[in-house]
């Protein structure tokens, strides 16, 4: 890429542009005064729930598959940071999730009906008896018909569902028997033939994403009671108040010492790492705040890494720069040299640290999962910001004549050579 | 010599890690683990009042009277608008209904405009369930073994395996140093934890790599030089930058901590110490430990009888 004198005051604009977005939001991108933050640091709702209709204690078991269908439920939601917890001794679930950025918009009494949705799943006939409930069902998962190749939902019952359900077939065979949650029908297809073998399949259903629907519908209603909130209420962040307020404030403030750090030590090199530092911020802001990501404090402490290590490419690459100088080399050439030398090591160790943060993104979930969102993408900005955006700035002021001084660009570390 | 050699002072090193380690240690056998509401499960007590009531003035009383992990939050009910406060308990047991009613009559003596009343007691499972917790071990065991193979390639010229293991001796060691923390300071092991035990995995590892960067592009251009003095040469040389980014870092988690300090903001204290300490902990094991560490292994491979180099690295695993 060509470098001119004009270069660097172009990606001082670009960067001076996404700091505002970033900041203020800009042309309807959110920033981070849109950002969504988590239960920890916001607060949220707290909902306590309890088995509706049900004249006996839920058994452990049941609580853990009502957990579980409201923790699945909640990933489908995109809300990570939430806790979820059952008290055995009163038969309750205890959910706590933060609020959405969107105020406004947002029912929390929606949301928690929503999530206790986790209703009584029957297949009754056509004059609406019940034949077999959801219990019954043992597994409920899409598989794809390997002759017709269409998705098919296929369910397993246990061996009470197996007589009951061979009874329902053999009497309703031709007829549609529905499959309701609660009152509401989800789907009705017709029996070809009775079925006695414990397994069934649903055809006819659509894309992959329906049939899912539809496995997931059935298997999250194999609870044998629906869920209802006992009592609801809002809840206070668990950091405690203020702690963002607390963040921010030594945030803005470490930042301004990080900068006097670098300008003093690494002087040119210095300046431009701080502007390619406030690239780095504001792209892990905005890589945050416009997928609205749920920020929480392991997220924040993804971004303090991240951020660490963009501190620390532009120290690598401004220590290089100053010991080519030291060893006799023109600034231009320091420069290039500088920067090839510096490049392995921050390209090693940033790879590194992706390889944990995709493996996190993988396998991880809740808190980790945020974690590992804002880890990675600061250091792929890293890549842009401490490498390229750096370079090319470098590149472009060292053209100008009254910034090309070797003295400019020699840092205060000792050259040390054998 | 021109400058100061770790390798030659690796036996002090050696000497103040392992005194970290056993003060460790022994303050764990002292303070025991204070696991959090979220790994061990515990009681939730809310408590209905009125006017203005301060969660943590409560949290800290109700701590110091059980002698438990207590975590208050203030609540308001979406219905009927009553202000409650939600104290978490962190223990497996729960409370009996004497103890229940002695707390009871301490917060009204305590806070006795509050009118606190006790409105619910649930005894729960720790929030992080089995499944959580095993996923997320198989994932950082699973991180690990990805590093030591991409180091294993990327520093084959220097003994890959030795360079892979070090750097992740140096991330145990700073894991421990972080965990150690956490019990001297009696700082609880729950959610936060976790997010600092990640990012010093995370910092660890970025730092030590940089210096077996640095070995490596030493011993192209020094091939006659013995490995101690290029390591030492290539920890001295990148010892500054190792420097200034921890005091980039430590200057950042230090202002959290002392703005959270004044605060008294506890929760985020308890996450910017650990964070502090293990941040110092990766610079120095980077320096004083991984590089002296790789030069032994080095020093250990020459000595031993059989002979192709590149042949003793593959299976002195």
Redesign the interface.
Known sequence: MRVNKVTFWLVLAAVLLMTWTAFFGFLGIPGANKMRFGI?IR?G??A?FQPVNLDRMPTQDELESA??II?TRLDQKNILDR????????G?V?VRFPWKSDETDFN??KAIAELGETAKLTFRDESGNILVEGKDVTKSVVEKNSQTSAYEVSLTFNDEGTTKFAEATKNNVGKKIGIYMDDTLIKAPVVEDAIYSGRASISNIGTYADANDLAQKIAAGALPFSLEAR??????????A??L???V???M??FA??CL?MLI?YRLPGVVACISLLLQVSGVLLALSIPQITLT??G???V??S???G??AN??IS?RIS?EIKSGKTTTQAIMIGFK?AF??VF??????M???I??M???????LS?AYS?LAGVILNFLAGVTASHLMMRSLCQYKKLSRESFYQ?L?RR??? | MKFFSFYKHRKLFFLISATLMLIGIISLFINGVQLDIQFKGGAILKYSYTGELHADAVSDFVSKKLNRLVNAQETKDLTTGEMRVSLDLAGEYGMTAAEQNDLNTSLATQFPDNNLTSVETSLVEPFFGKQFLERSIIAVILAMLLILVYEWITFRKIGGLSAGVTALAALFHDLLVVFFTCVIARIPIGDTFVAVALSIIGYSINDTIVIFDRIRENSRRLPKEPVEMVADLSIRQSMMRSINTNAAVTISVGLIYIFAARASLESIYSFALPMLVGSISGCYSTLCIAGPLWVMWQKHKAKAPKAPASKTVATAA
């Open positions: 920890d607060g709702v707290d306590t957990r579980s923790e806790e979820v917890t059952i008290d055995a001794t009163n309750d205890i929390p009494q009592n609801y209420s809002t809840i206070s962040p668990s950091l405690g203020g702690a307020n607390v963040m404030d030594a945030g403030l470490a010492f990080i750090l030590y404090l392991p924040i402490a993804g303090i890494l951020i660490g290590m501190v620390d120290v690598i220590e010991e030398n392995s090591s090693d160790g940033n790879i590194t640290v390889i944990v943060a493996i996190l993988i396998l991880g979930s809740g808190s980790m974690f880890l840092c570390s040390i050579v054998l």
